[in-house]
C-alpha cells in the first residue's frame, strides 16, 4: 500500500491511498496478475454508514469485510491503514485471541471503531496511538486544520512513532508505504522513493486531487498488486475511488 | 525503465481516471446504522453475493493447494465459526448476517475478515 496526507499553500488538507494486496497468494498466469487482486476489485465499494439518515463515515471496503482499511469521517479527520509486517505479526495476537487473551483489538475494527465514533481529529489519534491491538499497523490519518497529518507506527501494544506535517520546516506531506520511516525499504520493494520524488516534483503549490492522482499512478507506486486508488479531501468532502490494473511492463508488488 | 522495477517518469494529466490503468469507478451503497447488525449489510451482501463466493473459492482453492486433504477449510469452517462469537459487537453479528445471505460458512467469512491480520508476518 501507499498512503500520504498532504497540505496545499491553502491549508487544505488531501489523504489518498493505493491499496495494495494479495502477494504471493496465487499468480494467474494467462492475464499475468495476482488473482487476490482480481477477485477483490469486482468486491470493491464505496459506503455511506448512515444514522438517522445522516452520514457518519464514508469509507472504501470489500463486500463481506466489516473492518475498515480507508475512510472519511466529514470535516472531521480522514484515515487509512496499511499492512505492517513483522516477526511479531497477527498471527501471533490471533493465537492469543484463540486462546482466551482477548484484550486487544482487531486492527481494521479499530479502524472502523474510531471512524464511527471519535469526533476530532486529536481524539482518533490518541485512540489510534493508544489502543493494545491484536497485529501491528501504520495508520495515516488526516485532519481538517493546517498540520493535522501524521503517521502512527503501530507495534501490538504501543505506538514506536507518530510522524507528523510540520509546514513551519518544510514538511507539507507525510506518505507511508509498508516500512518504518527510520528503516531503509526492502531494496525489491522501494516505492517509497519513486513517490516522494514525484510528491517533491509536484510541489506544495501545486498539490491537488489531480496530481496526488498522478502519484499514484506512476509505476512502482502503481503496481501489479494495486486493488484501488482512493482520494480525499476534507474542507470539500471530496472522496474518490477508482479500480485500478497495472499493465506490463509492471512490477508484481 | 524496461527492466524490474519498471520505474517510470512522474506520472501527468492522468485525472480524471482512464487509460489501461483505470478499471472503472467503485459503486456506492448505503448502510443504515439504526438497522440490527445482523440485516444492515443484507443489500450490499445480496448484489455481490457471486463475487464474494467466488473469491472465498480462490482462497479455498489456495488453501488446497498446500493441503490438499483439505483440512485447512475444515478447520475453518469447525474452528473459527464459534469464534464469531468472541469478537465484540456488532462485529459478531454482522458476519453471521453475511453468512446468512451469502451462503459462505461462517468461519470462512471470519478468515475473509482476519486476513489482513494474518499476513501481517
Known sequence: CTSLVAEDNAGRLYHARNLDFGLFLGWDVKNESWKIPEYLRPLTVNLNFQRNNKTVFKSTNFAGYVGMLTGMRPGTFTLTMNE???????????????????????????????????????????????????????????GNQSGEGCVITRSRTAALDIWELDIKHGIWYVLETNYDRWKDPLFLDNRRIPAMKCMNQTTQANISVETIYDVLSTKPVLNKLTTYTTLMEISEGTFESYLRDCPNPCMPW | QFVPPYTEDCRRGTYP??????????????????????????????????????????????????????KLIEIVDKSLAPLVDTLPSPFNEELKGIADVSGVPLGEVMLFNIFYEVFTV
Open chain 2, 17 to 70: 481516471p482512464s487509460g489501461p490503468t483505470f478499471k472503472g469507478i467503485v459503486p456506492w451503497y448505503k448502510i443504515n446504522l439504526d438497522l440490527a447488525p445482523r440485516v444492515r449489510w443484507n443489500q450490499l451482501i445480496n448484489d455481490k453475493k457471486v463475487e464474494l463466493t467466488s473469491l472465498i473459492q480462490v482462497i479455498k482453492n489456495l488453501a488446497n493447494d498446500f493441503f490438499p486433504s483439505g
Open chain 1, 84 to 142: 505492517r509486517f513483522s516477526i511479531d505479526g497477527g498471527y501471533i495476537g490471533i493465537i492469543e485471541w484463540i486462546l482466551g487473551k482477548r484484550d486487544g483489538i482487531w486492527m481494521s475494527f479499530l479502524t472502523r471503531s474510531v471512524l464511527e465514533n471519535a469526533t476530532s481529529y486529536a481524539q482518533a489519534k490518541d485512540q489510534l496511538a493508544k489502543t493494545k491491538m491484536l497485529a501491528p499497523a501504520y495508520y495515516i490519518l488526516g
